[in-house]
């Protein structure tokens, strides 16, 4: 075997060399491994990118979303998470009962009387059969890399809490569902449907806290959980929203204080700006993802918009309490 020495400035030189060399793979296996960890961290921080069609759901007092609320609900809500390619102001249809239709954005029409128990499980068959529907209407459109988002408000997010397990039975596979929802009755620690029996029960005694739930038909989702183990799930809670933080505004100022704050903070979700969403923190659990949003922005404001600009008040308003009067006086 020939063996050649270099010395001097020659062994210089290659040494110079090998070292540019080696940098720049290095610079490749660092980009490399760069480019990984942003795609990972994108999977993460928008678990919408690929899902280009949402089912939308509206909360009590609105039966039928608007066309500015579904696309509130997108722009705040969905864009952030990557719904669509970061679309917004997406076309909107009102599905045919729940039959799909052709718009990326697509609002289901459920009872959301004020009788939450019958009219939250009657939504939740809604949700089951229009999933399905979409399902049988598109085969292999949804999966994880392109999942189908379903929307809920309020009332709605607990439906669609009860619905999970009957999509989870019905073979829909938990990766190809991502649900998003805002002001949650049902989170476990502090939303009002798992709380507020013992509350009222500390306040009012259980033979009438079991009275006025019956009477005013909430007792069908009393104690409701959202699973977290069955489909991913980015929940948004307002603090002091007397719905979704129901326990720690009852613990701060009484029963009075959630019942307030139903109709104030409960109401702001569509009227807020992205920049005070965005200045949510956000911890996980099992499958869900939770964004709690500060309030520490203009109340007034923010719930005025929600009311006049954002949805709330067009979404069917009148045919509910109209729905909720006709079911209250003939249960039916």
């Keep these: 075997m020939t063996q050649i020495t270099v010395s001097g400035r020659g062994a210089a030189v290659i040494r110079h060399k090998l070292l540019v060399q080696l940098g720049a793979v290095g610079a490749m296996v660092g980009m490399a491994s760069a480019l990984n960890s942003a795609a990972a961290y994108a999977d993460v921080a928008d678990p919408l990118a690929g899902s280009d069609t949402a089912i939308i759901l509206g909360g009590t007092g609105e039966p039928m979303p608007s066309t500015e609320f579904a696309q509130n609900a997108e722009d705040l809500y969905l864009h ?10 997406s076309m909107v249809c009102d599905m045919i009962g729940t039959d799909p239709c052709s718009a990326p954005l697509q609002v289901l029409t459920t009872p959301e009387l004020i009788q939450q128990g019958p009219s939250s499980l009657t939504a939740a068959d809604d949700v089951v059969l229009a999933v399905k529907n979409e399902f049988e209407a598109n085969p292999g459109a949804f999966d994880a890399e392109h999942p189908l988002t379903i929307f809920g408000y309020s009332q709605s997010a607990t439906a669609e809490s009860i619905a999970m397990s009957r999509l989870e039975a019905d ?5 190809d569902l991502h649900f998003v929802f805002i002001g949650d009755p049902s989170l476990a620690d502090t939303g009002v449907w798992p ?3 013992p509350a009222l029960d500390s306040v009012l005694g259980s033979s009438l806290t079991n009275t006025l739930l019956t009477d005013f038909g909430i007792d069908g989702v009393l104690g409701n959980v959202t699973p977290d183990d069955i489909y991913p799930t980015t929940i948004y809670t307002l603090a002091g929203d007397g719905v979704a933080d129901f326990q720690p505004d009852f ?8 019942l307030i704050r139903l109709f ?7 009227g807020l700006t992205p920049e005070e969403i965005a200045n949510a923190t ?3 659990d099992n499958l869900l993802t939770m964004v709690n949003i500060p309030d520490n922005f203009n109340d007034t404001a923010a719930w005025l918009t929600a009311v006049f600009e954002g949805g709330a008040a067009n979404s069917g308003l009148l045919e509910s309490v109209f729905n909720s009067l006709e079911f209250y006086l003939t249960n039916s």
């Design 282 to 284: 956000t911890t996980t």
């Design 195 to 197: 709380n507020l029996v």
């Design 80 to 89: 952030p998470l990557g719904f669509d390619g970061g679309a917004t102001d």
């Design 171 to 175: 073979g829909i596979p938990s990766a």
């Design 251 to 258: 613990e701060q100022g009484g029963i009075f204080e959630p």
């Design 264 to 270: 104030t903070t409960h109401v702001e979700y569509l």
